[in-house]
């Protein structure tokens, strides 16, 4: 990630990856065990169910907690079997741990639930909520991988964020007094491109300048903390517009009609639907056109890069730019589609959190949404569980700890399942053409 | 021959050898870069008040006065600024062995809430303050420790990226000891007789002594800074482990071959850092706060990066940036009281101070400075060597 944090992996530190994995295999066969014959037959056997779409009426499945815990845990010992079969199975033993990952969901929720009163989760509203706070994460998630797939180390996505949620909204407050619809949309181009601004800022930084990239990143951070604050209380204050109107929820046709997933996937705010696509024109873009591959190899070498005739400067200028404008769409999200407001530091770590969500997936744009939605997934889960007041042997878990589920997760995750992150070849270190 | 163009050629041509030996030892040009980058801050923060209405003047006086304008004040900015130079001295440490640590924030809350736990044990009340003094900064050095040992050895033993483990572990601390001291039902730390959510006071023996009764007082934590300052300049440079430090984040290869053990080196230079952190946070709680407050130590984390880049990871270095960050918070509350511009206009001038240090092309452009090629002020801090 950073210009001296160059640790090989190869030579330095012995490669244990078939290790980790059939230890990861071994830990969720473990699970499953502990789940089938210790959980499953203290649970109450009272019928629960989960409810699906919105009522009135939604679609829903009923089940018995024990019966769903038990299966669980069996398809887990299942799962863990092919990372001991060898390394043909190789492939294979990837998708058993997604799967097994993935399982995890309905066996926190399956759990909690038969644990509280209450008969009937909605799990709309947890998806639902998911995706949403998966928003901002998997944005600022593609301007970190925009910039360092091109060689930038870029650790100012919060300040960027920050920055654009400050201006846009006091756009949107001082012409549109806070409810105007075409300046609302006015108000999110200007958030994008003060987003844009504070990317050429860093790419002028450590392009041009080749100061380094994190300094950069840590300057823009602050600045971004010092002018929101003073906006909001030398501007956004004075105009009296403390909310505003949110921006518009609406339904692409026919494909919100779709039962369960339409809901989900296909209702929503115009910056949830522009994260999709950003998300799919990023992979599609860097990983399968000319210009894509010129970003690439940017960031992987660039001398190679200049011999082939590829301009490394402009290259980086246009990806961290590009980024920038990225983060100000995920930061028009925090003061215009959740909330139309600004408070000081509203971004409150969510850029951090997005690098996170940028390395869980090495760096790539899918993997690095699915980072993005365990986050999502972790915060609305915290909240949901709070909710159902889950106990377990008498003492109800605090609201804190339900909050630091994504934290651990990500850790143990980074830790243990995903392995060695290796970032682009020659990110961090500042560019200089030869003579 | 051609004639010296400027005074400057001049001197150099008229210079003995001891002159010129003396002139590169004792380099003035970070400094002035630091100066130079001051003024123009200053100056566009100005600009920026005089458009939204305000005097420049009157503010800055304030600010001023503020910072340095009783001894009072001098105390005060002092005494603001003493945890600035842990949660500094944690990140540049790191950065001597090429980690970053960003996690300073998370170190200092577990250190201080360690050291808080610890200093409410009844029996500590009966201990001489030659022995409750150390037991309590110990206990807040093996919490910060802990905490910063933790990122270190995910790093060595899986390679999970560092700044990651440090985010995670920094909202882990913030939400871990949020319970610790907010919970009433169980009751851990909190104490049931505050309104606000703090823990008890530290036994008196803990307290460290005061010197001037300043607001927040003048302590011996400011002695504390100026001795992890030496501590971290003697490990870095007088023993074999800082060399193997350096080596490490020089280069991790050569590291290797030269038979360093590169994992150990990283998780103990995370423990390390961790400690400055964890120090820092019970000197504060110790000669500052006597008790433990969760929201004392929001930011210290990253304004540390800012304060260490700024010095350039120089231990000594740290001394005066944590002074010039520290101070200028500590006057921001005169220049809101006197002049109505708030504490924002103080941030922005920090951040353009380190922008305009990071990209002293600029700073050398406008005050046409000469030598160095551009951005040579922060080129120091990459190779990891004390300047």
Excluded at chain 2, 112 to 135: H, N, R
Aim: charged content about 10%; hydrophobic content about 55%; glycine content about 10%.
């Amino acid at each position: 990630m950073t210009a001296t944090v160059a640790i090989p992996s190869k030579t330095v530190i012995t490669q244990r990856r078939f290790g980790r994995r059939r230890i990861t295999s071994l830990s969720f066969a473990v699970l499953g065990l502990v789940l089938a014959v210790l959980v499953a037959p203290n649970l109450s056997g009272d019928d629960k169910s989960f409810a699906f779409e919105r009522p009135p009426d939604p679609a829903s499945i009923t089940f018995d907690p024990p019966t769903l815990v038990t299966a669980i845990g069996i398809l887990y010992m299942v799962l863990a079997v092919p990372a001991f079969l060898g390394a043909r199975w190789d492939r294979v033993v990837v998708w058993a741990q997604a799967v097994s990952a993935a399982l995890l969901v309905p066996l926190v929720l399956g759990r909690a639930h038969a644990l509280s009163d209450a008969s009937s989760t909605n799990v709309t509203n947890l998806l639902d909520e998911s995706l949403v706070l998966c928003t901002p994460i998997a944005l600022g998630a593609m301007t970190g991988l925009w910039s360092e797939r091109s060689g930038i180390v870029n650790i100012g996505i919060e300040g960027m964020m920050l920055s654009a949620a400050g201006v846009g909204f006091m756009t949107y407050a001082v012409l549109g007094d806070g409810t105007a619809t075409g300046w609302m949309w006015f108000s999110l181009v200007v958030a994008m491109l003060t987003g844009g601004l504070l990317g050429l800022l860093h790419a002028w930084l450590t392009v041009t300048f080749l100061i380094n990239q994190i300094i950069s990143g840590v300057v823009i951070n602050l600045f971004a903390l010092g002018l929101t604050g003073f906006l909001r209380s030398e501007v956004i204050v004075d105009t009296g517009v403390t909310s505003g109107k949110a921006l518009p929820e609406f339904g692409i046709p026919l494909l919100e009609d779709i039962p369960v997933v339409g809901d989900q996937l296909f209702r929503g705010q115009p910056i949830f639907f522009l994260m999709l696509l950003t998300v799919f024109l990023t992979w599609l873009v860097v990983w399968h056109t000319p210009w894509g591959l010129r970003v690439r190899s940017s960031g992987e070498h660039p001398h190679a890069a200049e011999t082939l005739g590829i301009d490394v400067i402009k290259i980086r200028y246009q990806a961290v730019v590009l980024g920038g404008l990225i983060a100000g769409l995920a930061g028009a999200w925090f003061s215009m589609e959740a909330s139309a407001g600004f408070e000081d530091a509203m971004t409150n770590g969510t850029g951090f959190i997005a690098l996170a969500a940028m390395i869980f997936g090495k760096w790539r744009p899918f993997p690095a949404l699915a980072g993005a939605l365990l986050f999502g997934f972790s915060r609305a889960l915290g909240a949901r569980l709070q909710f159902l007041g889950v106990e377990i042997a008498g003492f109800e878990i605090p609201s804190n700890f339900w909050q630091m589920l994504p934290f651990v997760v990500t850790l143990v995750v980074v830790a243990g399942a995903v392995g060695r992150a290796v970032p682009p070849a020659a990110e961090g270190i500042p560019y200089r053409r030869s003579r | 021959v051609n004639e010296p163009r400027t005074v400057n050629e001049r001197v150099e041509r008229t210079m003995s050898d001891g002159h010129r030996a003396i002139r590169t030892a004792i380099d003035l040009q970070p400094v002035l870069v630091v100066l130079y980058a001051l003024v123009l801050a200053v100056l566009v923060g100005g600009v920026l008040i005089w458009i939204t209405g305000g005097n420049p003047f009157e503010a800055y006086w304030a600010l001023l006065r503020g910072m340095f304008g009783s001894w009072d004040r001098i105390a005060a900015s002092i005494s603001r600024s003493t945890p600035y130079v842990g949660s500094a001295l944690a990140m540049a440490f790191a950065f001597k062995a090429g980690l970053f640590n960003i996690g300073a924030e998370g170190q200092m809350l577990v250190g201080g809430v360690t050291a808080a736990w610890v200093g409410t044990w009844a029996w500590l009340a009966d201990v001489p303050s030659v022995f409750a003094i150390p037991i309590v900064l110990i206990a807040g050095i093996v919490g910060g420790g802990f905490w910063g040992g933790i990122p270190g050895v995910l790093r060595a033993r899986t390679g999970a990226h560092e700044v990651i483990s440090c985010i995670m572990l920094n909202n882990i601390a913030i939400l871990g000891v949020r319970w610790l001291v907010n919970s009433q039902d169980p009751i851990v730390l909190r104490d049931p007789t505050q309104s606000v959510p703090r823990t008890a006071d530290i036994a008196e023996s803990a307290h460290l002594p005061s010197f001037v009764d300043s607001t927040p007082p003048l302590s011996a934590a400011t002695l504390i800074a100026i001795g992890m300052c030496i501590v971290f300049w003697f490990l870095f440079t007088r023993t074999s482990f800082g060399f193997e430090v350096g080596t490490v984040g020089a280069n991790p290869h050569a590291a290797h071959y030269a038979g360093i053990g590169v994992n150990r080196i990283i998780s103990l230079t995370m423990v390390i850092a961790g400690s400055f952190a964890g120090l820092a946070a019970v000197s504060e709680v110790s000669g500052n706060q006597h008790h433990f407050q969760p929201g004392v130590f929001v930011g210290y984390g990253f304004d540390g990066i800012a304060i260490a880049l700024l010095a350039r990871t120089n231990p000594f270095g740290v001394l005066p940036a944590a002074l010039l960050w520290g101070s200028m918070l500590s006057g921001a509350g005169l220049m809101q009281q006197e002049a109505d511009v708030g504490i924002d206009v103080v941030r922005i001038v920090q951040s353009l101070v380190l922008l305009f240090v990071a990209a002293d092309a600029i700073v050398r452009y406008v005050f046409r400075m000469k030598g160095h090629e551009p951005g040579s002020a922060l080129r120091a801090a990459e190779t990891g060597a004390v300047a």
